[in-house]
């Protein structure tokens, strides 16, 4: 039995029901970080590469926190997960292409990485083969892999199917994987809707955001993300704009954006964009223009690792007064 | 006569104002919050009470501003309203229809845009120096010029220099490089003025439609060169109001007077704030990695409210 450790940030929160379920089938032990606190940020700028995004710093600390008490480091090489004859041809961000090499770069100490290359383009069998291949490392066989693979599978698919529910990734995995009960919500009848785009590990992660999800659900805001959303859903997105954008979690986040943009239920738009991210520069820019044309409320929430939080409180408070006034107006 | 109480306070000012049921501005504070935000409001609402005489009796009080909850808690609030909805609030009480609000103080700037009375966009700038009073403040020292004067200087260019208005540390070290080349004093300043209205553009009024009327309001608003420099690049004629600097506290208390129509009673404290004893210290939680720093508001030794954490876990029910 081996400990695989697993950073709490990134593609963890759409990934991470799959990569549990499948190293626990083949009975290893998974451990996961601890939400973002301080320390880890602290400990991830003071590691990183100084031009990184945050949220790559934020991985190396991570990263950090689980060195010593891993036998290996669960870090794939992430290039797609487009599949095989699907919609699309983007890949993640080159930052994701090249993480096992600026980790292993930057913790000389750190325990074996598992750096499999993730491209689920290649072919139909392409995800059963990475696992039997993450599997080999582990010195598990190629059946038992096999075999964790299609229940990791089923796992993942009910938890999308959550998430599709509208239920947020955090609570998602405590229904699944430790037996929650969906906790139930009153929304007022008049109440707002807000949909919130942006990279998973900027919107899902409290500490980066300082607590932006939490302000709206204190407003009883109703919260949709571009994850509550079909894949049929984003690509039909995908084909209004003339060129694809070509990184994965960009896209995602504009496909939802323009989606929710024509909804006549959706109050307003926020667009959580990560700090020195070269594609939100784009996305931020994209999605601001589209929302004008679709006479949409649009408010665009930077965060660094100085985001103030009276800084985000005062923008959401403002938002939601004018999404309030808006709407007494209608 | 009834009175609703405006406080704002920011980091770098502390607005104080009273109006009337006609909305009319009975007393007006604009105070430096110099670090000391609790003494600051306790002292100015002291003299806003000895100036009122005891004529006026507050019916509502709001707060606004970075530390407007804070300010709440010293004074005792019925509104607590961030500072966007406040000044668009103010601001069209005093031009209905206005559609654009240009608001730049001594700490920070904004736009906010406006559509039928309601407010349909807005941006903030806290981060960079080049579009604020601050930036002013400094460069006119180091002309030796007093800042009251600035404006008027800049009104008798003929010829602004051009100045790279990029950022605050630019901005210095062109202008310093323009006076070596031998400019004229006006022409800098007024040069100074068109670059802080090129990075308020470029910035905070980034990819905003800008349509009249316009206000231009904080307490920036006083100098007529800067004035002058917005007209020009709009093309337009932007508006001052009167009570320009205190603007925010002004939609503070209209905010307290709506208030009062729907709900009778005050929280409000009285003006004899100063007699109150408020402390506040902070201590590290090590309830977990975060290790937030939690402030603690204590009214006459009596804990009122605790802030800073992360998790809500030292969060008080307060009444
Ligand atoms: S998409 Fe942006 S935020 Fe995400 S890893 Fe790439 S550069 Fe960083
Ligand atoms: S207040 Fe909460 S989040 Fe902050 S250090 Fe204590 S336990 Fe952690």
Redesign the interface.
Same mark, same amino acid.
């Given at each position: 039995m081996a400990r695989v450790g697993i950073p709490h940030t990134l593609a963890y929160f759409l990934y991470y029901p799959f990569w549990k379920t499948f190293f626990e089938a083949l009975g290893h032990q998974v451990v996961v970080s601890?939400p973002t606190? *301080?320390?880890?940020l602290d400990l991830g700028v003071e590691e990183t590469v100084n031009d990184a995004c945050i949220p790559i710093k934020i991985y190396h600390g991570h990263v950090a926190s689980l060195i010593d008490k891993v036998d290996y480091m669960f870090c794939p090489r992430l290039v797609s997960v487009r599949l095989h004859g699907d919609f699309g041809s983007e890949t993640f961000c080159p930052k994701f292409l090249g993480l096992p090499d600026l980790i292993r770069l930057t913790f000389t100490k750190a325990p074996p990485i598992i750096d499999t290359r993730i491209d689920l383009k290649k072919g139909k069998k392409e995800l059963e083969s990475i696992c039997v291949e993450v599997g080999s490392r582990l010195g598990n066989s190629s059946q038992e892999s096999q075999a964790a693979c299609k229940k990791a599978r089923q796992v993942h698919r009910q938890y999308l199917a959550l998430l599709r529910q509208g239920t947020m990734p955090p609570e998602a995995m405590e229904i699944l994987l430790n037996g929650a009960k969906p906790a139930s919500r009153e929304f007022p009848p008049d109440g707002l809707s807000i949909a919130v785009v942006g990279y998973p590990y900027a919107i899902y992660d +409290? =500490?980066i955001n300082v607590?932006l999800l939490n302000m709206l659900a204190r407003e009883k805001i109703k919260i949709y993300t571009q994850d509550m959303l079909s894949d049929k859903i984003l690509n039909r997105e995908a084909r209004e704009l003339p060129k694809s954008m070509f990184w994965y979690f960009s896209n995602r986040a504009v496909y939802g954006g323009l989606y929710y943009m024509k909804k006549a239920n959706i109050d307003g738009i926020i667009h959580v964009t990560a700090f020195a991210c070269g594609p939100d520069a784009m996305v931020d820019r994209l999605l601001?223009i589209e929302a004008r044309r679709h006479n949409k +409320? =649009?408010l665009s929430i930077s965060i660094d690792e100085h985001t103030g939080e009276?800084?985000v *409180?005062? *923008?959401i408070?403002?938002f939601v007064?004018?999404l309030r =006034? *808006?709407r007494d107006?209608a | 006569m009834k009175g609703f109480l405006g406080v704002d306070v920011g980091s770098v000012s502390t607005n104080i104002v009273v109006i009337n049921e006609n909305g009319e501005v009975l007393a007006e504070k604009y105070l430096r919050t110099n670090g000391r935000p609790i003494e600051v409001v306790q002292e100015g609402i002291h003299e806003v009470g000895r100036e009122l005489n005891g004529e006026v009796e507050i019916a509502s009080a709001g707060t606004t501003g970075?530390a407007r909850f804070l300010a709440s808690m010293i004074i005792g609030a019925d509104v607590v309203?961030?500072?966007?909805?406040a000044h668009a609030v103010a601001a069209s009480a005093v031009v209905p229809g206005v559609r654009t609000i240009i608001e730049i103080g001594g700490q920070d700037s904004k736009i906010i845009i406006l559509r &039928?009375?309601?407010?349909? &966009?807005?941006a903030?700038n806290?981060v960079c120096a080049a579009g604020t009073g601050s930036f002013l403040d400094q460069q006119a020292s180091r002309l030796l010029i007093p800042i009251e004067e600035f404006g008027n200087y800049a009104l008798k260019s003929k010829n602004p220099v051009r100045i790279a208005g990029r950022c605050a540390v630019f901005a210095e070290s062109d202008m310093i490089h323009k006076q070596q080349l031998g400019y004229n004093i006006e022409d800098i300043i007024a040069g100074l003025c068109e670059a802080l209205v090129r990075n308020y553009m470029n910035n905070v009024g980034k990819?905003k439609e800008i349509l009249e009327p316009v206000i231009f309001q904080g307490g920036v608003a006083a100098n007529a060169g800067l004035v002058q420099a917005f007209n020009k690049y709009l093309n337009t004629k932007v508006t001052v109001p009167p009570h320009f600097a205190v603007m925010g506290a002004i939609g503070a208390a209209l905010l307290a007077k709506e208030a009062y129509a729907k709900k009778k009673g005050t929280n409000f404290k009285g003006f004899n704030l100063r007699d109150i004893k408020f402390v506040t210290n902070s201590f590290e939680c090590k309830g $977990?990695?975060?290790? $937030?720093e939690v402030v603690q508001f204590f009214q006459n030794g009596e804990l009122l409210a605790r802030w800073g954490d992360?998790c809500g876990k030292w969060e008080l029910q307060t009444a």
């Open positions: 601890s606190t *301080r320390e880890i +409290p =500490y607590g601001e +409320p =649009y009276s800084g *409180r005062t *923008r408070e403002a007064d004018m =006034y *808006r107006k | 970075s309203k961030n500072e966007i909805t &039928d009375g309601v407010v349909t &966009d807005f903030m806290t990819g $977990c990695s975060n290790a $937030c992360r």
